[in-house]
């Protein structure tokens, strides 16, 4: 089975803050990591070939530096990794983002089953994946949370809806995006990431890329556009409530019954 | 293609500058600055940097489409097997505040098997046209199938946006129909409002609630946004029901798909917080698993629910699915008292929408305190034992 997984460089942490003066973006540290969604879709890909065999590659895009995370999946077991990155596909909304990931896939060879996570920690929209599968018109399923089994051509999966569990049987080439209930990461191995830190990665620019139309990616191929960034507001009437146990008590109660919560 | 030049003479503090860039994609290296491939484009370098430091150069204007040939606002009608799920009401509330704004109509897109009689339903809710298209291959969801109904609406409708609500059909279907379409998709919008050339004005959370972000999808139609569960308010049901129903028809070779569903199994029905109108939330203040029933009594008088911050969950005191938060849920009961949780960003984006909201803790700069609209100072331990035996016995003196 030929397995991608597709992986994204986020900041280490999302505590961003919005300076209220200013409106420009505090952050706290500078380093990143790979998605930890995406360690759930990884797991997922070792696994797959754990149990059928085949390979696991990953394919990330972002900035030079994000060549990090194909070498944490490396130090995980996959097998071999693709780097999108230009300037031009800087400022890509979703769409943009997805387009430019497709095309890259296709460049990169032709995979039974597309892995991915199901949303990251910064953008945060979980639509990259659908979106992927749309543009290389094969069928997705999201919010896998069991993968059944893999038969001849096929794949059947658990998809976790709310109220019950769809079992669906999706032919290859398909995309999934799994959650978090479907396996436990394992660590990155000492031994491997010795071995993997020299490893040879692909990497395609703009001139990779099979369809060449400027127009289509990054900023330009953006069909959203962020114009402002703000702190969230909060607009609550307030009231401080103080004494002592038994007289709070008393005024939770009152309010409580006045508000109808409580009978009487 | 837009880009940004870099005056590096009129930059004094290349570092501070660098330092604005809230995706880390200006690099300083010898004084000199450089942007790479992780740049966003929000041009807030341009904004908040010296001046002229920064110029943003677009050279080539796209052209502009023609926005007047697409009207009205349409709402994805989610259901599971014909039962509507409250986010579409919800939707079509918002859409018909939209709609009057501009003077368009209000459309409501239902796809499934055997659902035509809950279209009546919709209208009592202030759809204006309902358009259903009702075919056993429709039965279950599956993505190309709906996908492909949702094009011939488009096609057929050309409104000028389209809500969806965020469920995990929605959250899978809105994006497909987006990259069919080539147009924009924003994701879990907590405000909507349109501009007079129809442009919806979509606000975000981002970067897990920490900031907003105001997004605009200028020229490119339709626009569309998804909207979680109770996030905007549901219209009243009405008597009078002005609209009409529309059958979509579709051919059968585009309801083929390559995913087959073989079965489906109903979860063990659980009671989750999710639709709870009241909710008692443990946080940290709790010292160990044994005093969560101390919770558990005031919530069960109360008629509702417990849930937690995270740690508890992590701790293996909870269940996951009854964590609050970003990375847990949402949720916007009638009522909800949290007990001893500090207030995190994270756990606030979860339940800052609930109608009421007390707070017990005993730290008075609790952050927590900014959300409540009740603010109580004290320790959990004295009060609400206190306050169950208040309600056991009526409130009256012991
Ligand atoms: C404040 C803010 C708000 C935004 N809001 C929107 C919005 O509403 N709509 C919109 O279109 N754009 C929006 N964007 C832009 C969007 O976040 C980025 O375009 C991003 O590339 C989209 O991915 P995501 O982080 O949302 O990924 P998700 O869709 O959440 O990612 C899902 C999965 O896709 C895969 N994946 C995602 N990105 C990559 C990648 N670069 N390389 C490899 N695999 C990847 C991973 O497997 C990941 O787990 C916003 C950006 C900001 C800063
Ligand atoms: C990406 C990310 C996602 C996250 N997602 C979530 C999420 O979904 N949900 C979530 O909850 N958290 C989430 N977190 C964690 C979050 O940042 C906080 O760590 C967490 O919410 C804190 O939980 P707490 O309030 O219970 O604990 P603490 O922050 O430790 O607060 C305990 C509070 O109890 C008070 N207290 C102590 N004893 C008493 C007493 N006897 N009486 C009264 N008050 C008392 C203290 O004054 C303190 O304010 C996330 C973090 C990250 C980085
Ligand atoms: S435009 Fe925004 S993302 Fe790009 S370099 Fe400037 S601040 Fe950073």
Request: aromatic fraction near 6%; charged fraction near 25%.
């Amino acid at each position: 089975m030929k397995i991608l997984v597709c992986i994204k460089q986020v900041p280490g942490t999302n505590k961003v803050e919005v300076d209220e003066k200013t409106g420009v973006l505090k952050r706290n540290g500078t380093d990143s990591k790979m998605n930890p969604y995406d360690l759930y879709a990884l797991e997922t890909g070792l696994r797959l070939k754990e149990k059928y065999g085949g390979t696991v590659s990953v394919i990330t895009m972002g900035p030079p530096q994000a060549k990090a995370v194909l070498y944490e999946a490396f130090a995980m077991g996959a097998d071999n990794g693709a780097l999108i990155t230009d300037r031009k596909f800087g400022g890509a909304d979703v769409l943009a983002t997805s387009r430019t990931l497709s095309q890259g896939i296709r460049r990169f060879g032709s995979f039974d089953v597309i892995l991915c996570g199901l949303q990251t920690t910064d953008g945060d929209t979980a639509q990259v994946g659908p979106e992927v599968a749309e543009l290389l018109d094969i069928p997705s399923v999201c919010n896998v949370q069991r993968i059944e089994k893999a038969e001849q051509g096929s794949i059947i999966v658990d998809m976790d809806m709310p109220h019950d569990i769809e079992t669906i049987k999706a032919a290859f080439p398909c995309l999934l995006t799994v959650n978090k209930d479907i396996c436990q990461p394992r660590l990155p191995s000492y031994l491997r990431k010795q071995q993997t830190m020299k490893k040879d990665i692909d990497i395609y620019t703009f001139s990779d890329m099979e369809d060449k139309d400027e127009e289509k990616y990054g900023l330009t191929g953006s069909p959203t556009s962020v114009q402002r960034i703000f702190p969230p507001i909060s607009d609550k009437v307030q009231e401080h409530l103080e004494g002592t146990s038994r007289e709070l008590a008393q005024k939770i109660y009152t309010t409580l019954k006045q508000k109808k919560f409580i009978a009487g | 293609m837009a880009k940004l030049l870099i005056h590096q003479e009129k930059i004094t503090d290349a570092k501070a500058l660098a330092m604005i860039c809230p995706f880390g994609a200006m690099q300083e290296k010898d004084g000199r600055l450089s942007i790479n491939a992780g740049c966003r484009m929000c041009r807030l370098c341009e904004k908040k940097g010296p001046k002229g430091a920064i110029e943003y150069v677009e050279d080539k204007k796209a052209p502009q489409i023609d926005k007047t040939k697409w009207r009205g606002i349409a709402v994805y009608v989610d259901h599971v097997d014909g039962s509507i799920h409250p986010v579409t009401y919800e939707l079509l509330g918002k859409a018909k505040e939209l709609a009057g704004k501009i003077k368009q109509p209000v459309y409501a897109l239902f796809i499934g098997s055997g659902i035509k009689h809950k279209a009546e339903e919709l209208l009592h809710y202030g759809a204006d046209k309902v358009y259903i298209c009702d075919k056993s291959q429709l039965e279950y969801f599956k993505i190309e199938a709906y996908t492909s109904v949702f094009e011939e609406f488009i096609t057929k409708i050309k409104p000028a946006a389209i809500l969806v609500g965020a469920t995990p059909v929605g959250r899978q279907l809105a994006p497909r129909v987006a990259a069919r379409f080539g147009t924009g998709l924003t994701a879990d919008c907590t405000i909507l409002d349109i501009k007079e050339n129809t442009d919806l004005v979509q606000i975000r959370p981002a970067f897990g609630g920490n900031i907003m972000a105001e997004i605009l999808t200028p020229n490119t139609r339709p626009q569309m946004a998804t909207v979680r569960y109770k996030i905007m308010d549901a219209p009243k049901w009405s008597d009078t029901a002005t609209g009409t129903v529309h059958e979509l028809a579709i051919s059968d070779e585009k309801l083929k798909s390559r995913i087959q569903v073989l079965g489906v199994t109903k979860k063990p029905k659980e009671k989750t917080i999710d639709g709870a109108d009241v909710i008692v939330v443990a946080g940290r203040g709790i010292k160990k698993k044994d005093d969560l029933k101390m919770l558990e009594e005031l919530a069960d008088l109360l008629g509702g629910q417990t849930a937690s911050t995270r740690p508890l969950v992590e701790a293996g005191w909870m269940d996951p699915k009854k964590q609050i938060g970003l990375s847990g849920r949402t949720v916007r009961p009638k009522l909800i008292i949290t007990c001893g949780v500090s207030g995190s960003v994270q756990f606030v984006a979860g339940m800052n929408h609930a109608d009421t909201i007390f707070a017990i803790n005993n730290d008075p700069k609790a952050a927590i305190f900014k959300t409540a609209n009740y603010a109580v100072k004290a320790d959990i331990y004295d009060v609400i034992p206190e306050l169950i035996q208040k309600i056991k016995t009526g409130g009256k003196a012991l």
